[in-house]
């Protein structure tokens, strides 16, 4: 049995915090102005192997089995290099679990049961067992799944989500307290629910990922960008952000800014729907 204590901490904090992340997408981030620099996608997996780096992606398809997109901004790819390198002078390696999504991929990630579901436990948990309104739900999901492309910095190719592996050993995992797209009172980077240990990981991983232009995204442990809103409203720069959500022409490697960008990817009917089907699948 858990400690009431100990769980009803956890709950504040974890609505203290996605409160927070909610305020930071939409009075920080979905009004802040994006002068889009047109730069196109990068195959992080060439550039890595160009550079003679090692850097492990994830093998595990995305939603409807479709094929993960590793790929950042041209004017990205020193940063990542960077970035991996230095891990592997410390004896780590990045392994890289998430890149640009398209809308489609960013649509169907919202409602995948694998993610759902888990938002939807933490929220019933949050709410002490009731049942979440779709409102709640989108609120919730906004900060975890990026509802609206605006703030879906994967979406603009200017993020990655990562893990960071051991050299010597590639199956093992750096400590970070929870493994990756963990939804729990875990997830913040800053939770205190985590050990000492991991607690310095995450510090010097975004330390490390600091010093190589990367901003964290302080509701997730693994989420990392730059060029977009979240850099420039995190480091006060007052400059335009450079890198919008796009759509991506793969054939000719160029973007284009996505029309309606402020507008939600999915409809509270469709997230009533998604809560129905997520609850009949819990039982």
Same mark, same amino acid.
């Given at each position: 049995?858990?400690?009431?204590?100990?769980? &009803?901490?956890?709950? !504040?904090?974890? %609505?203290? @915090? /996605?409160? $927070?992340?909610?305020?930071?997408?939409?009075?920080?981030? #979905?009004?802040?102005?994006?002068?889009?620099?047109?730069?196109?996608?990068?195959?992080?997996?060439? &550039?890595?192997?160009? !550079?003679?780096? %090692?850097? @492990? /992606?994830? $093998?595990?398809?995305?939603?409807?089995?479709?094929?993960? #997109?590793?790929?950042?901004?041209?004017?990205?790819?020193?940063?990542?290099?960077?970035?991996?390198?230095?891990?592997?002078?410390?004896?780590?390696?990045?392994?890289?679990?998430?890149?640009?999504?398209?809308?489609?991929?960013?649509? #169907?990630?919202?409602?995948?049961?694998?993610?759902?579901?888990?938002?939807?436990?933490?929220?019933?948990?949050?709410?002490?067992?009731?049942?979440?309104?779709?409102?709640?739900?989108?609120?919730?999901?906004?900060?975890?799944?990026?509802?609206?492309?605006?703030?879906?910095?994967?979406?603009?190719?200017?993020?990655?989500?990562?893990?960071?592996?051991?050299?010597?050993?590639?199956?093992?995992?750096?400590?970070?307290?929870?493994?990756?797209?963990?939804?729990?009172?875990?997830?913040?980077?800053?939770?205190?629910?985590?050990?000492?240990?991991?607690?310095?990981?995450?510090?010097?991983?975004?330390?490390?990922?600091?010093?190589?232009?990367?901003?964290?995204?302080?509701?997730?442990?693994?989420?990392?960008?730059?060029?977009?809103?979240?850099?420039?409203?995190?480091?006060?720069?007052?400059?335009?952000?450079?890198?919008?959500?796009?759509?991506?022409?793969?054939?000719?490697?160029?973007?284009?800014?996505?029309?309606?960008?402020?507008?939600?990817?999915?409809?509270?009917?469709?997230?009533?729907?998604?809560?129905?089907?997520?609850?009949?699948?819990?039982?």
């Amino acid at each position: 049995m858990s400690d009431p204590d100990t769980d &009803a901490t956890r709950r !504040a904090y974890w %609505s203290e @915090q /996605f409160d $927070a992340a909610y305020r930071f997408m939409f009075e920080a981030i #979905l009004p802040y102005p994006v002068a889009e620099c047109g730069e196109p996608l990068v195959s992080l997996q060439q &550039a890595a192997e160009a !550079a003679d780096v %090692s850097v @492990q /992606f994830s $093998a595990r398809p995305h939603v409807n089995g479709l094929p993960r #997109l590793y790929y950042l901004r041209n004017g990205q790819i020193p940063g990542f290099i960077g970035a991996a390198a230095e891990m592997n002078e410390r004896g780590w390696v990045m392994r890289v679990e998430d890149g640009f999504r398209t809308v489609q991929m960013q649509k #169907l990630l919202g409602l995948t049961p694998q993610v759902f579901d888990a938002v939807l436990k933490s929220v019933t948990w949050e709410l002490g067992g009731e049942r979440p309104s779709p409102e709640f739900m989108f609120r919730r999901c906004s900060a975890l799944v990026a509802s609206v492309p605006k703030f879906g910095t994967h979406m603009s190719g200017s993020a990655i989500d990562i893990s960071v592996m051991d050299l010597d050993d590639p199956a093992r995992e750096v400590d970070r307290g929870a493994p990756y797209l963990e939804m729990s009172a875990l997830t913040p980077m800053a939770s205190p629910f985590v050990s000492d240990q991991a607690q310095r990981n995450r510090r010097d991983i975004t330390a490390l990922m600091a010093r190589h232009g990367f901003v964290d995204y302080p509701w997730e442990f693994w989420h990392y960008s730059s060029g977009d809103a979240y850099e420039q409203v995190q480091r006060h720069t007052g400059r335009p952000a450079i890198y919008g959500a796009v759509h991506w022409d793969a054939a000719t490697n160029s973007v284009t800014p996505l029309p309606r960008a402020e507008e939600p990817l999915n409809s509270f009917d469709e997230i009533r729907a998604a809560i129905e089907a997520a609850l009949a699948r819990l039982g």
